[in-house]
């Protein structure tokens, strides 16, 4: 199982971790891999200047927003779902 975690501490609210959270599920329903992830949401991880902040089985991406989120699924999560 791969896991996913999405800051939702006060900074990467404000910036957009709510809409990029939804659009990580949707993306993972789409290519058919919701049950091979523990999507979930996360404090604070230390970059609010950096957020949104997006932990994949504990690399951090940072900045992600919606425009990067269909990258992060078919690059890093779905290979990781193949293993």
């Known amino acids: 199982m791969v896991k996913v975690s999405i800051c ?5 609210h404000m910036k957009g971790a709510y809409a990029t959270t ?3 599920q949707e993306a993972l329903e789409k ?3 919701a049950d091979k992830v523990d999507l979930s949401a996360s404090f604070c991880m230390g970059e609010c200047k950096d957020g949104p902040c997006v932990r994949v089985d ?8 919606q425009s990067r989120v ?3 699924v078919t690059e890093e999560i779905l290979p990781r779902t193949q293993a």
Request: net charge negative; charged share 15%; with cysteine.
């Open 22 to 24: 939804q659009m990580f």
């Open 31 to 33: 290519a058919g891999i």
């Open 58 to 65: 504990g690399v951090k991406f940072h900045h992600v927003d």
């Open 8 to 12: 939702v501490g006060s900074a990467c």
């Open 70 to 72: 269909e990258s992060l």
